[in-house]
């Protein structure tokens, strides 16, 4: 017999050679129905693999990430299956699952794909599916394996299986397809009920441009048609909500191949949007204790060696700027933290001093890949809306409340109600991976923790996560289509301090180390109003959208008092527009749904009689006639329900 101890710390004794299937079997005839995969002691394996050691097993279903990544997986199989048999000849290289969905880049030779081969080979794979066939694991040797591939011509399994040690080789089978797989598959194709492809995009073999480039074709599979449904409908809004679209539409921001790629220019729009947001920190902040800073774009090469971040990333980074005379060597600012150590430094402090807390919106350059360039979320000019925070141990707990009471400030101002908290700590198996003293370390951890509890957070400790200079503490967010983004990190830092020497005088007259926090609720205005528009589509709230009204004057004749509504509406703080076009009130009314702005002030002949205005809401709601004031107050209200004071 054997102990299998599951996630709830129950053990269950079961003879050696029992399957996970027949553990979930156990347990109930419902979980089995739905386990697809599992990890003993940390490692995926088959349903049906019988387990022959005590340990600890965790069955997943459709529900769990590990599920949906054995159900994508298992899928490219038969996706393969169907590829080699609509195209014989080809050559299978790798399919591994990714965050949604799998790919299988495959080597067409002289034949090519395209997205409208996609019904053909959706049917071809659903047949297969259809046949519930098991997927069965089985040992090769090297030799063996190999001379499979060779047989094939197919050089790139060939050059897999090279690198791979005999006896650990494995080969899946299903139906009558062979892969090359180390294994983690649902029980049988049965199970694939849905079966989408997405995307062809061209990819070199082991991402290295001098190999040959093979076709990676996208995929996506569900256990219910219904959830392929509802998934293409997330990508159709996804694809509404994109940032550089509406980006674009509401004249944000906007990309000069001449300025150069990934760096962002604001247009009036966006400049007015991100002000409103850096003034909502900025107030906030100041109540918070905070004092701003300002450093220049550049620093000398000196300091980031003293940071330690040249010799991490100066390879990759933008090369140095030098002087014509002096030769001196200068970089791009990649980070703000260096200058901030060297603000710190330029007086002394004493423990009753701290905690000083340096704030900055603060324009950092990072070398990225044309490719990996992405609108707003993957740029190589950015503004981070950061601080540092330089306390004793003992006020970590203080100051990381502190920080997750503004962070919380933020995201409820802004509409995000779903979101979690990860808190990051040292894998204690490998302490040498970390700097700084492990006592230190401890109670950094526990104030995280505490703190985190303290305010109530949902959150999650990751061990071995935590960076080696300190733990941390990151928010993911939940967006409106349910897509993840990480946020709003709070990081520990024991390191640069100690490369910079910071000191504070205690209350023993000795000289002590303070510990550095980073923190930036934003993260970046360029990426955080990239998430903006995603998770509202462009409707923003209406404390910070760029326009909030727009009068429209039904002719030419009423423009005067048009002009008078404005007046009226800027005295009250609206800050409104007026189209006076010669264009229908129609027209006018479409034109300013496009740009999302949330109300229409229509003037005509009887709004001009009653000194009064109609009220249209963004999306066809009519509030009927009101007055400035009126409108105004419900303005206010409406401003006053998002935007909590701090
Ligand atoms: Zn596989
Ligand atoms: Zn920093």
Sequence with gaps: MIDITLPDGAVKKVPEGTTPMEVAKSI???????????????????????????????????????????????????????????????????????????????????????????PKIEKKALEIARGKH?????????????????????????????????????????????????????????????????????AYWRGDENNTQLTRVYGISFPKQKELTEYLHLLEEAKKRDHRKLGKELELFTFSQKVGQGLPLWLPNGAALRERLEQFLKKAQKKAGYEMVVTPHIGQKELYVTSGHYAKYGEDSFQPIHTPKEDEEFLLKPMNCPHHCEIYNSKPFSYKDLPKRYAEFGTVYRYEQSGELHGLTRVRGFTQDDAHIFCTTEQLNDEFKNVIDLTLFVLNSLGFEDFTAQVSVRDLENPEKYIGDTKDWEKAEQAIINAAEEKGLNYVVESGEAAFYGPKLDFMIKDALGRNWQLGTIQVDYNLPKRFDLTYKGSDNELHRPVMIHRAPFGSMERFVALLLEHTGGNFPLWLIPTQAIVLPVSEKHEKYAEKVLNSLENHEIRALIDNRNETVGKKIREAELKKIPFMIIVGEQEEESESISVRRHGGEDLGSLSVDTFSDLVTTEINSTLKSF
């Design 134 to 202: 098991d997927y069965k694991m089985r040992s090769v040797s090297k030799a063996e394996a190999l001379s499979y591939y060779k047989e094939q011509g197919n050089e790139y399994k060939v050059e897999l299986i090279e690198n791979l040690d005999d006896g650990i080789i494995t080969f899946c089978d299903h139906s009558t397809f062979t892969d090359l797989c180390r294994g983690g598959h649902i029980p049988n194709t049965g199970i694939i009920k849905a079966i989408k492809l997405l995307s062809v995009a061209g």
């Design 28 to 118: 109930s005839e419902g979980l089995a129905r739905n386990v697809i995969s599992a990890k003993f002691n940390g490692t995926t394996v088959e349903t049906v693999t019988p387990l022959k050691e005590s340990g600890t097993l965790t069955l997943y279903t459709w529900k769990d990430d590990e599920g949906k990544k054995t159900f994508w997986h298992s899928t490219s199989h038969v996706v393969a299956q169907a590829l080699e048999e609509l195209y014989p000849g080809i050559k299978l290289t790798i399919g591994p699952a990714i965050e949604n969905g799998f790919y299988y880049d495959v080597d067409f030779g002289d034949q090519t794909i395209s997205e409208k081969d996609f």
